[in-house]
């Protein structure tokens, strides 16, 4: 069975500085994807970004970029320089024959 | 370019009602995916339509029905409303097709409904 499991309800970062989140998954199926969405206080999912489990390299988009280590199903989430509009809900998702989404982890930013 | 839209954006309704909630996927995309989020809650894979027909779907009851039209908007219908069925219903639209691409999502700002 595909699950996705976030382990942090909620974290604080301040301003600029470094964030981790953590996600980890489990799946049978050898060909998956992994996600990264935020959804904004205004409710749009978006995403932020995606690694394919075929490749080794992480991920990377501008501020954001991801820690893939598929031996030990964990797909961590670290955002450089936080900003004010980094303030969101995270939600992990995994793809194979369905997506699913982990409970999210809530990220407050601190002035 | 359209983003994904979605109609109504607040909806009321009491038990054992039938309520229809619509769709409208982002320019150029051809599936289109539903999701229940309860509050606090991760997003719930309802189903997925592409070329009109249901394609996939997740552990909902059959309560929950969907239509896409040859336009590629959708419907998704619920039945017999429960209390247990007021949530924030998200939509969201892809490229059909094999691979990523048809898991980046473009995701609408949802429907709200309550069930009384």
């Known amino acids: 069975a595909q699950t996705v499991t976030q382990s942090q309800p909620e974290m604080s970062v301040q301003e600029a500085e470094t964030v981790t989140l953590s996600c980890t998954y489990d799946?049978?199926?050898?060909?998956?994807?992994l996600f990264w969405y935020k959804q904004p206080p205004s409710r749009q999912m978006i995403l932020v970004i995606r690694?394919?489990?075929?490749?080794?390299q992480n991920a990377t988009e501008n501020r954001f970029s991801v820690n893939f280590q598929k031996a030990a199903k964990s797909f961590s989430l670290k955002i450089s320089d936080s900003q004010l509009g980094d303030a969101a809900m995270y939600f992990c998702a995994q793809a194979a024959d369905k997506i699913i989404f982990g409970k999210g982890t809530r990220l407050h930013i601190l002035p | 370019d359209a983003g994904v839209t979605q109609s109504p954006t607040h909806l009321i309704k009491t038990r054992g009602q039938q309520v229809t909630l619509r769709c409208s996927p982002k320019s150029g995309h051809d599936t289109v995916s539903w999701y229940q989020q309860a509050l606090g809650q991760g997003p719930q894979f309802i189903f997925q339509?592409?070329?009109?027909?249901?394609?996939q779907r997740g552990n909902f009851p059959d309560r929950f029905s969907g239509h896409q039209f040859p336009n590629y908007s959708s419907e998704l219908n619920v039945n017999a409303l429960w209390l247990g069925d007021s949530a924030l219903y998200l939509c969201a639209s892809s490229l059909g097709g094999a691979g990523a691409r048809s898991y980046e999502q473009y995701f609408g700002p949802g429907t709200r409904l309550t069930v009384t």
């Open positions: 799946t049978s199926e050898s060909d998956y994807y």
């Open positions: 690694q394919e489990a075929y490749k080794q």
């Open positions: 339509y592409y070329e009109e027909e249901e394609r």
